[in-house]
T-cell receptor, first 115, second 110 residues
Framework: DSGVTQTPKHLITATGQRVTLRCSPR?????VYWYQQSLDQGLQFLIH???????AKGNILERFSAQQFPDLHSELNLSSLELGDSALYFC??????????????FGPGTRLTVL | QQPVQSPQAVILREGEDAVINCSSS?????VHWYRQKHGEAPVFLMI?????EQKGHDKISASFNEKKQQSSLYLTASQLSYSGTYFC???????????FGKGTRLSVIA
């Protein structure tokens, strides 16, 4: 158990819908990262928040947005869902900023299925 | 820029050794190694920070050649539990996100 929690574990929805994925980092960690992993694909970095502020964006679609709240939990919002958005979504947390060679601890993931 | 991992997949018998390579076209600040079992979260193995640094974890070790911008993960006397996909993640200097390679699928059979 990494100490990172993600809810829900599974999510099945229809195209065009909007969903929210939630992540609670390990106690004391200020950074939250979101990744998308499609079937048999690697981990695609989406976005990074540090202490409530957005620090870096990766391959994140405009239909996707995220935020980190004062209690440091984070939410990833996915809207106008398409079949291709079906994937495992992981969040990870670390103590420090990216580029500081800090270990990232991954949550169990949310499996999103868009029908 | 995404690091390149090789091989893409490897099958070993228990007790055999394997090497997984990770190379980048950019200067690297650090290399991170993770293992992911099917349907589970990636699990941290180790970070390498300095050129030439080697780290070990049980029978899994890694090296980092800063000049060549490469890292290698060494698995010795492999066990069934080593099966999974191994990812390297690289950081360039500065405030840059970790970029993962596409992974190497390792299967250990009895």
């Amino acid at each position: 158990d990494s100490g990172v929690t993600q809810t829900p574990k599974h999510l099945i929805t229809a195209t065009g819908q909007r969903v929210t994925l939630r992540c609670s980092p390990r106690s004391g960690d200020l950074s939250v990262y979101w990744y998308q992993q499609s079937l048999d694909q690697g981990l695609q970095f989406l976005i990074h928040y540090y202490n409530g502020e957005e620090r870096a964006k990766g391959n994140i679609l405009e239909r996707f947005s995220a935020q980190q709240f004062p209690d440091l939990h984070s939410e990833l919002n996915l809207s106008s869902l398409e079949l291709g958005d079906s994937a495992l979504y992981f969040c990870a947390s670390s103590v420090a900023l990216a580029g500081s060679a800090d270990t990232q601890y991954f949550g169990p993931g949310t499996r999103l299925t868009v029908l | 820029q995404q690091p390149v991992q090789s091989p893409q997949a490897v099958i070993l018998r228990e007790g055999e050794d394997a090497v997984i390579n990770c190379s980048s076209s950019k200067a690297l600040y650090s290399v991170h190694w993770y293992r992911q079992k099917h349907g589970e979260a990636p699990v941290f193995l180790m970070i390498l920070l300095k050129g030439g640094e080697q780290k070990g974890h049980d029978k899994i070790s890694a090296s980092f050649n800063e000049k060549k911008q490469q890292s290698s993960l060494y698995l010795t006397a492999s066990q069934l539990s080593y099966s999974g996909t191994y990812f390297c993640g690289t950081e360039s200097s500065g405030n840059t996100p970790l970029v993962f390679g596409k992974g190497t699928r390792l299967s250990v059979i009895a």
